[in-house]
């Protein structure tokens, strides 16, 4: 690398560093909140609003373009306090059917648990359980460390490092990449298994199927060609909610099983995984007693659990091809 070469790997180097500390601070906090708010107070509170703000102008559904906003007011001592926090880190921009599940999950009028921070009566959440902020930033922090690596070892060594056959050593970030997210799949499908092996011994009430309907979703792929085509694909999901009622709390699940949500490429087969829960139809709602808002109507059901292991499969089946592949270019 020529001075100004180096210049600008050096400014990579500390850029990616300065993230990736950042990042690893930002996800230390955020597991001590949740840690923290599983043992805040417990108060009544009740949903003013629920919806999903997204663009105007139609957009690939598969794009993180949505937020889903709920507020509720609820009442600590004498003073009353309205807020939108679902869960501890606040409402990330997501795609518009997780929006909707989400907002699904909180109709207006509905009664609900608030969690409030006894220190802080204004600091509360609806949902004290949620994680999907720290896959998150668990994501970014693996990334932006890995880049990290790379440009401080370029920056020490002065130059792009190769193999002794010629190939850069960053393209090794494709396999670890593939090996990250295999283990990341393993560890979902133990999540999910434990908690199948839990809510089967949880209390069950009596509930009712509110929706069960097939959403169809438009996602947009661009062409490699020259004129920049836009290719639509339909994909299909099942819209699943039932109504139970925990004490004085009216409740909504979206939950069946388990197992990571079906996507489907025919409507058929997501019209025949609906009508497994037809509108109307009674059920037996498993709920966590310590969150009722946590529910399932198959606490053992297999469907979808082995979609994990399959994707960390294919994951770490890619990972491997791609590290041999550099392995024996690299060094043969």
Not at 28 to 42: C, G, P, Q
Not at 88 to 109: C, D, F, N, Q, S
């Amino acid at each position: 690398m020529d001075s100004i070469q180096l210049l600008w790997t050096q400014i990579g180097a500390g850029v990616s560093t300065v993230l990736f500390g950042g990042t690893l601070f930002n996800l230390l906090r955020l597991r001590s909140r949740i840690a923290a708010a599983a043992r805040w107070t417990r108060v009544e509170g009740v949903i003013l609003a629920s919806e999903v703000h997204a663009p105007l102008v139609p957009v690939s559904d598969d794009q993180d373009d949505a937020t889903p906003t709920v507020r509720y007011r609820y009442r600590v001592g004498e003073r009353e306090f309205e807020s939108d926090r679902t869960m501890i880190g606040g409402e990330p921009l997501t795609t518009r059917m997780l929006a909707r599940r989400l907002v699904a999950r909180y109709p207006v009028g509905a009664l609900v648990d608030v969690h409030v921070d006894p220190k802080d009566p204004a600091n509360a959440v609806l949902d004290p359980t949620h994680t999907s902020n720290l896959a998150a930033l668990t994501a970014l922090m693996v990334t932006f460390g890995a880049i990290a690596a790379v440009l401080i070892a370029h920056t020490i060594a002065g130059r792009v490092l190769y193999t002794s056959n010629g190939v850069p050593l960053f393209a090794f970030l494709l396999p670890a990449a593939a090996f990250a997210a295999a283990i990341a799949s393993v560890l979902s499908f133990a999540g999910k298994r434990r908690l199948a092996s839990a809510s089967s011994g949880w209390p069950t009430v009596p509930g009712k199927i509110t929706s069960s309907t097939v959403i169809e979703e438009l996602i947009e792929e661009h062409s490699d060609d020259d004129e920049g085509r836009i290719k639509i694909i339909r994909r299909y999901q099942v819209d699943l909610r039932y109504a139970y009622r925990v004490g004085r709390r009216d409740l909504v699940g979206l939950n069946a099983h388990w197992g990571w949500t079906g996507v489907y490429g025919l409507r058929d087969l997501a019209g025949a995984e609906a009508s497994r829960y037809p509108e109307g139809q009674a059920v037996t709602v498993y709920y966590d007693p310590q969150h009722p808002a946590n529910a399932v109507l198959e606490p053992g059901g297999r469907q979808g659990s082995a979609a994990p292991l399959a994707f960390g499969a294919v994951c770490a089946i890619v990972g491997m091809g791609f590290l041999i592949f550099f392995l024996r270019v690299g060094f043969a």
